[in-house]
């Protein structure tokens, strides 16, 4: 099934657009699970198990297996595949290089891992993007304007009569004719965020900075939807899974979650 | 020890400004090898002993190593441990996200794989390069103006009078009060990598682009080196490993690298 699709079928079966951000801290985990042999994967399943019926994608961030070595990788690969094959899983890994070597990104990702979408860096244009669009039933998901202060540091440069990040936005409506493109748009600057789903109109937008990084949920809502208040994938991480370190922090973890359900889709109607 | 110190006493000792990628690509090894356990560490093993006399550094690039799962992972950290410790390793990852999360690759990277530098995307700004510096004896090279084609989609925008790969530069410069910073400069661009060495005289450059993508190798030295002809890393990945497919690859290999120290010495002088 394509990617779109896929989205699309999730979001309506959950009535949901909430995105949750599988960012497994070792360090932040509930004590009672460090001792297990498995303690990210046991984390992640229970989890998975506790709000598969309330988002439209899960996002594992890479950064956070990376950094335990190759057991790390296990458990990312494992995780994925604990996600129910309905929901689609992006893996946020941010990546940008020469076309033989984004070639073999693109096999890590997709055939290793079998994520569904994967984001990357525009810094290195098309060709570090083009090898991803020859799986067509994926998408990739290019940085746009994020959600973090350095953002300003580049991404706001002016350049005929437009700030880079703007650029971007429209090369990829441009890319997206040979492949599935989706923007990644922080929800901390809803002004620019608005500009860019004109630009954008039909592309998917992964949306991140709610909740830790304090960006706008309502803004989020209402500017990065499309005109069918869909296509929108809002992302929470530390806000869902890290709800309690308790002994009940699935249980938390849902409640968290469906409360955020409830206020994005109070913003959609 | 710091990095540069490093860096310099291994490019002394071997009278080197070689870099080897060890971008180990499963399909392209020799036949020979392909059925041991770990033919890509047997490969990398076999490359690093037939040269380590002859670099300055090395440079895995991780897509390579990710191709292939978690145990893509533990070849890597073998292939790195494999390397002698006067020789630093470059990890080639290109990575870029919000402190919270470029502070996991650090760990990813220096701890968990005891690389020596990682290059990093610039798109996200200071704060996605900030928790590399942590690290006193590392050194994070950012990607500047990169050698593949699509370098001019968005790093020759232009702004305020100068492109964006030149602001880049400019910042760079700036964060290197902080702790070490490199810049990646392809050698398929020799007017833009002279200017650009005028506007970071004194960091250090990884220069990819000089074998398989075309770069003119005279212009990396010349422009490249910093007054004291050091400082430049030039890397030569498919050209050298990939120097035969036959039982004496790793001998070839050496003839390769050897000759393009000679070429590079030339220019040096």
Known sequence: MEFIEQLLAASKKNDSLLCVGLDTD????????RKADNPVLDFNREIIE??????????????FYEALGAGGWSALKQTIEAIPSHIPVIVDAKRGDIGNTARMYAQAFYQELGADAVTVSPYMGFDAVEPFLEYPDKCVFVLCLTSNAGAEDFQYLFSEGSPVYEHVAERVVQWSKGGCCGLVVGA?????????????????????GIGAQGGDLEAAVRWGTDEQGQLAIINSSRGIIYASDGTNFAQKARAAAEGLRERINLYRK
Chains 1, 2 share one sequence.
């Open 50 to 63: 506790a709000t598969a019926d309330l988002v439209c994608a899960y996002k594992p961030n890479i950064a």
């Open 26 to 33: 070792v360090s932040k985990l509930p004590k009672h699970l």
């Open 188 to 208: 901390t600057r809803p002004e620019q965020l608005k500009k860019i789903r004109q630009i954008a109109p039909q592309l998917p937008f992964l949306i991140p």
